[in-house]
Structures are given as C-alpha cells and as structure tokens.
C-alpha cells in the first residue's frame, strides 16, 4: 500500500481560537472540575471550570495591563505545571502567541529563540532560568518584560490587571480567527540551528478534536467515570502540547508533574490515580524495569519472567484474534493469565496509579515485545507517530485493532503516503504553516499541501505505518550497503541495562556501536552480584557485562542481514548528556556530536 486517508471526525471552527473552549465550558458547566493542581502540604486540589476561566480572566487582564498587546509573542521557560495552561490560555485569550522554551536550554538556545521569535515578555520557572535569560537580555532589545513564577509573578500580573475591564479581554478574543498563529515551537535541532515551526489555532483544533473524537472512550477505565490524566511531558515539546490544548478542549480532568524522575512521578500517578496517561517510550521501559529490578530483589526473576513471557503470548493471541488470524487465548493461557494477573500484573498496574488501563506512546519507536507485555498486563498502550511540523499525532493505533510493533494508522482527518524513496508524506489540516522567518526550508518541506517528514516508512496491507529511520541518518557502508540505524539502536536501548545507542559505520567496512549504560539498572545488576563498589572505568570492560549487552546486541542483529548487522560494541562509561551537546532537549542524539566527541573510540572500534 502506498497511501492511505482516513476521513476527520472534527472539524476546526471557522470563528474563534483555542482560548473560547475555556470560557464556553464555563458558562455550559461551571462546577465542572477540569484541572487539578499541587497545594503547599501536597495535595491536590480541584479547580472548576468556572474558577480556571476566572484565573485565566484575570491573568489576561495582567498581561494586557503590562503591556502585551494582539499578536505579541511571550516565551515561557518552565517545567510542566499548573501555570504553565494558565499562562497558555491567558496569552490565547488577548490574541497573542506562546513561544515554548525547554526548561533545560542554554543561555545560546534561549537567546536564539527569543530573538528569532521577537519575542516581547518572557515567563521563567526560577532564579536560575532568570539568570540564563538575563545573561542575553542586552542582545534581545524587544524583550521588555520578564516575570519569575517562583518570585510572586502570578500574584503580581493578576493584581495590575483588576483595573481593566472584561469586554477588553473580550475584544481581543473575538477578533482571533483561526487561521491565526498560536504557538511558535522550536523543533530539536539534531542538526544545525532549531527553526521555529509556526501552528495556528485551527491546526491545533484540528490535531487534538479528531484525537479526542477518536480516543475518548479509552480515556476512561470503565465507561462512565470521569477521565483524569496525569501530565508529566515537556509542556516546550508539541506533544506535551497536545496532550494539554485536547485535555481542556475535550474536558479532560488535567494535572501536571514537573519531574520525571521515578522518586518523583510514581508518588503522584499513585496520588493523582489517572484512568490514562501519555508517555514516551522512556517512561514505559522505566516502569518495567523497576519492576523486573524489584522482582529479582525479592528472588522471584524466575516467575516475573514466566508472567512476562505469558503476559506476551496472551496479548499476541488477543492480536491475532482481532485481524481474524487466530482463535484468541487458549483455556491453559487464560487460567496462567489469572494467577499472573494476581501475583505480578496487578502490581505493574498500581505503579501507574491503579486506575490506568490504556495509555498513548509517542517521540521515538516502542519495541514490540514492550507493548505486548503491557497490554497482557492490563495496560494497552496506542502508539502513535508524528512531528512538530504535523502538531503532534499524524498516525496512532487504533484500540479495536492494534498492531503492535507499529505506529497505527492515520488519525482522522489525516493522509498517509510514501513516497517512490520511502519518505512518509503527510497531508491533513493539523500541519504547520511553515517556519517563522524562513521561506527556503518551508519550501523544502511543504510540497503541494504536503509534508515531507524526512522519515521513512512502509505501509502493511491494512495501512498501518512503520518508521524504518531518517533519510538523513541513513549509514553507507564503504562496501556500498544502506543501513538504517534507528531500528537497531532502539532495539539494544530496549534491554533495561542500555541508557542509549549510537550505531556508526558511515564509510567505514561494517556497523558498530557505542553504548551507554542506566545508572539504575548498572546499581542494581551490581548489587545483585556482590560488586557495589566497582568504579565505572573497570565496570565497562567487565567480561560479565559484556556478556549482558552482547545478549542485547545479538538480539538488534535479528532484525537485519548479516552485512547491517552490529559486529562490534563499546561500552562508554559515561552517559550521553544534553549539557555536553549529545542529546536535544526531548533526548534525541545528536549524532554528529557524539561522534566528534567520541572519536577515539570509534576508531578503536576499526583498529584491525
């Protein structure tokens, strides 16, 4: 198959922007409770949706009183919490647009971002971010505002603004039409400078009615109670975005989680007890890691891996059913299925809360095996495939049919087309109208409606998708033979010792391969073994680890022929960081870097 539409279920407003969806399920519903949020002693509080219009009300009157006017920018450099929807739906509620900056950016990144977005007022978490900003303040002459959440800056803009009257707000609001931009998000920048993709409100109408028109019924964990999820993405990433603009358009019962840590976010998915959630792939290996780890603690690896291994051929039967290729699980897999779901899937299922039994997946390749054992555990996880040129999913899972090992099918209202080279090719109403400022690179992407994504891709007999790379990562080997590293090194990154994978190879006679190791897993494999205390420079060339990552390695090479496979590995003993300039802000690797950096030892990698 080389294309494939599936017709929209939502259409964007021809009046209005984002902001109206706020104020009409005020005045619908006020009493309604569509947010939550953290109190001082850390607990959660419920906001209606007559109190979020309220705050959202008056913080645009702030910033009208401060000076933003239609159509500014203001930046905010955050971490994902309560203020940061507040701020988003205040800015959409005078006509002026966000532009996300990632919490962890440098002060060169932050300025670049400002500058190139012109951005008028900025919005910081803390000090520290206010230090980054300040330090390029004098190169940013149309910044002049800059308000600190840590230092009383919300109290302070809602204070300034009670002298302005509601119709002001009101005006603004009404003169948005939806063609208008909303949000200028910066792509990573693997390579070279980040450009500023610009989406408008309609795009983001477009994105997140269709998802939620689409997805609402497994929003819930039985049908008829309310659907609460738990936000923990980069609100500076477009999916993190999109989960949050679907979240209140569709009345979603939304909370925020700053940190990603697992001492951090288990305590508030237990807490918060969401009915789904949506994570990247990162989060969902985290969790089963922890509980492989805790299992081979308590000297019961032997039966968590039979549940494993019974929780896989369970899911793989109920897929086969459902394409009408199987008879579903048999009477001996469904009695093995019960006693599991008692002693180990139970457990996996309260570390997410409790409630959780579908959750989304997005931002890089979920392994197959990982998918089925969540959904034999009780968890189905959808995953989805999109960019932020395409405001997030352009593809997803469907739940009546899902395909495990791919990225689904076109969300509605979107086309799918691979083009005569491979690239996956989108078209729909949620894509960007370009980048801010730079008309040749727009060109090279927008082609006729089209979006050339710069991924490749297959569509199977049914029209499910699956991403085989990046045409721009593609290695040639000098003995001429193509190889797409991304489906190997996310394979080896999925054994719960590997923090991340870099395959290399590009002109040279075979592939190989740099590996980094998990703190988390590498403590615990340590202690398991009686070698607490071993430094890292004699732990990378230990012969048992080896032997551990080898298991992943081989189990990458069957995925591919011989001539792609990884015939050599390094273990490197420190990690890939996004302070050394080797991952993006959404933990992408910059391969070039990492290979410049690394550069010893990718030769020692060729060394006869």
Request: glycine share 8%; aromatic share 8%; charged share 25%.
């Given at each position: 198959?080389?294309?494939?539409?599936?017709?929209?279920?939502?259409?964007a407003?021809?009046?209005?922007?984002l902001a109206?969806?706020?104020?009409?399920?005020?005045?619908d519903?006020?009493?309604?409770?569509?947010?939550?949020?953290?109190?001082?002693?850390?607990?959660?509080?419920?906001?209606?949706?007559g109190q979020?219009?309220?705050?959202?009300?008056?913080l645009?009157?702030?910033?009208?009183?401060?000076?933003?006017?239609f159509?500014?920018?203001?930046?905010?450099?955050?971490?994902?919490?309560?203020?940061?929807?507040?701020?988003?739906?205040?800015?959409w509620?005078?006509?002026?647009?966000t532009?996300?900056?990632?919490?962890?950016?440098?002060?060169?990144?932050?300025?670049w971002?400002?500058?190139d977005?012109?951005?008028?007022?900025?919005?910081?978490?803390?000090?520290?971010?206010?230090m980054?900003?300040?330090s390029?303040v004098?190169?940013?002459?149309?910044?002049?505002?800059?308000?600190q959440l840590?230092?009383?800056?919300?109290?302070?803009l809602?204070?300034?603004?009670?002298?302005?009257e509601?119709?002001?707000v009101?005006?603004?609001?009404?003169?948005?039409?939806p063609?208008?931009?909303?949000t200028i998000i910066?792509t990573?920048?693997?390579?070279g400078?980040?450009?500023?993709?610009?989406?408008t409100?309609?795009?983001?109408?477009?994105?997140?009615?269709?998802?939620?028109a689409?997805?609402?019924?497994?929003?819930?964990?039985k049908?008829?109670?309310?659907?609460?999820?738990?936000?923990?993405l980069p609100?500076?990433h477009v999916?993190?975005?999109m989960?949050?603009?679907?979240?209140v358009?569709?009345?979603?019962?939304l909370?925020?989680q700053?940190?990603?840590s697992?001492?951090a976010l288990?305590?508030?998915l237990r807490?918060?007890?969401?009915?789904f959630?949506?994570a990247?792939?990162y989060?969902f290996?985290k969790?089963?890691?922890?509980?492989?780890?805790?299992?081979e603690?308590?000297?019961?690896?032997?039966?968590?891996?039979?549940?494993?291994d019974?929780?896989?051929?369970?899911?793989e039967a109920?897929?086969?059913?459902?394409?009408?290729t199987?008879?579903?699980?048999s009477?001996?897999?469904?009695?093995q299925?019960?006693?599991?779901?008692?002693?180990?899937?139970?457990?996996?299922?309260?570390a997410?809360?409790g409630r959780?039994?579908?959750?989304?997946s997005?931002g890089?390749?979920?392994?197959?095996?990982?998918?089925?054992?969540?959904?034999?555990?009780?968890?189905?996880?959808?995953?989805g495939?999109?960019?932020?040129?395409?405001?997030?999913?352009?593809?997803g899972?469907?739940p009546?049919?899902?395909?495990?090992?791919?990225?689904?099918v076109?969300i509605?209202?979107?086309?799918?087309?691979?083009a005569?080279?491979?690239?996956?090719?989108?078209r729909?109403d949620q894509?960007?109208?370009?980048?801010?400022?730079?008309?040749?690179?727009?060109d090279?992407?927008?082609r006729?409606?089209?979006?050339?994504?710069?991924?490749?891709?297959a569509?199977d007999?049914?029209?499910?998708?699956?991403?085989?790379?990046?045409?721009?990562?593609?290695l040639?080997t000098?003995g001429g033979?193509?190889?797409?590293?991304v489906?190997?090194?996310?394979r080896?990154?999925?054994h719960?010792?590997?923090?991340?994978?870099v395959?290399?190879?590009?002109?040279?006679?075979f592939?190989?391969?740099?590996v980094?190791?998990?703190?988390?897993?590498?403590?615990?494999?340590l202690?398991?073994r009686?070698k607490p205390?071993?430094?890292?420079?004699e732990l990378?060339?230990?012969p048992d680890?080896?032997?551990e990552i080898?298991?992943?390695?081989v189990?990458?090479n069957?995925?591919?022929?011989q001539?792609e496979?990884?015939r050599?590995?390094?273990?490197?003993?420190a990690?890939?960081?996004?302070?050394?300039?080797?991952l993006?802000?959404s933990?992408?690797l910059?391969?070039?870097?990492?290979?410049?950096a690394?550069?010893?030892?990718?030769e020692?990698?060729y060394r006869?």
């Open positions: 198959m080389r294309e494939i539409t599936v017709p929209p279920l939502a259409t407003p021809l009046v209005g922007g109206d969806a706020v104020y009409d399920h005020a005045a519903d006020p009493d309604r409770v569509v947010l939550a949020r953290k109190t001082a002693d850390g607990r959660w509080e419920d906001v209606t949706s979020f219009r309220d705050e959202v009300l008056a645009a009157k702030g910033l009208l009183a401060q000076g933003i006017r159509g500014d920018r203001v930046a905010i450099m955050s971490r994902t919490r309560y203020e940061w929807t507040l701020f988003d739906f205040a800015i509620s005078i006509g002026a647009q532009v996300p900056v990632y919490p962890t950016a440098s002060a060169e990144q932050v300025y971002a400002l500058y977005a012109n951005v008028a007022a900025c919005v910081v978490e803390h000090e520290d971010h206010a980054t900003v300040g390029v004098d190169r940013l002459p149309r910044l002049t505002s800059l308000w840590d230092a009383g800056a919300l109290p302070a809602l204070a300034s603004g009670r002298r302005i509601t119709d002001v009101d005006r603004h609001r009404m003169a948005l039409t063609d208008a931009p909303a910066y990573s920048g693997t390579t400078r980040p450009k500023g993709c610009v989406i409100h309609a795009a983001l109408m477009a994105e997140c009615d269709n998802v939620v689409r997805y609402e019924h497994v929003f819930h964990t049908p008829g109670d309310e659907a609460a999820t738990l936000l923990f609100l500076a999916f993190g975005r989960v949050q603009v679907a979240a358009r569709g009345r979603v019962k909370a925020h700053p940190n990603l697992a001492t288990l305590p508030d807490s918060f007890r969401p009915t959630i949506l990247v792939p989060i290996e969790v089963f890691a922890a509980a492989r780890r805790k299992a603690a308590e000297g019961k690896a032997g039966p968590f891996d039979k549940a494993v019974v929780a896989v051929r369970y899911a109920q897929e086969a059913k459902a394409f009408g199987g008879p579903g699980p009477a001996a897999l469904r009695v299925h019960q006693l599991f779901d008692k002693l180990v899937y139970s457990k996996v299922r309260e997410m809360g959780v039994r579908h959750a989304f997005g890089s390749a979920m392994d197959r095996r990982l998918g089925l054992f969540f959904a034999g555990a009780g968890v189905t996880i959808y995953e495939y999109g960019l932020t040129e395409s405001t997030a999913a352009a593809t899972n469907p009546e049919r899902t395909r495990f090992g791919t990225v689904g076109p509605p209202g979107t086309t799918v087309h691979i005569d080279d491979g690239e996956v090719w989108l729909g894509l960007f109208t370009g980048y801010l400022g730079d008309p040749k690179a727009t090279a992407v927008l006729d409606g089209w979006l050339a994504t710069g991924d490749l891709g569509l007999e049914d029209g499910y998708l699956t991403i085989t790379g990046r045409k721009k990562e593609v040639v000098s033979k193509t190889v797409s590293p489906p190997l090194e996310d080896v990154r999925s719960p010792m590997v923090a991340q994978c395959v290399v190879g590009n002109d040279r006679p592939v190989a391969a740099l980094t190791l998990d703190p988390e897993a590498v403590e615990h494999w202690r398991m009686d205390d071993m430094p890292p420079a990378v060339r230990d680890l080896e032997t080898r298991r992943a390695v189990a990458a069957t995925l591919v022929s001539a496979s990884i050599t590995f390094r273990i490197l003993a990690q890939f960081t996004e302070e050394q300039g080797l993006t802000p933990l992408k910059k391969r070039k870097a990492i290979e410049k690394y550069t010893a030892e990718v020692a990698l006869p």
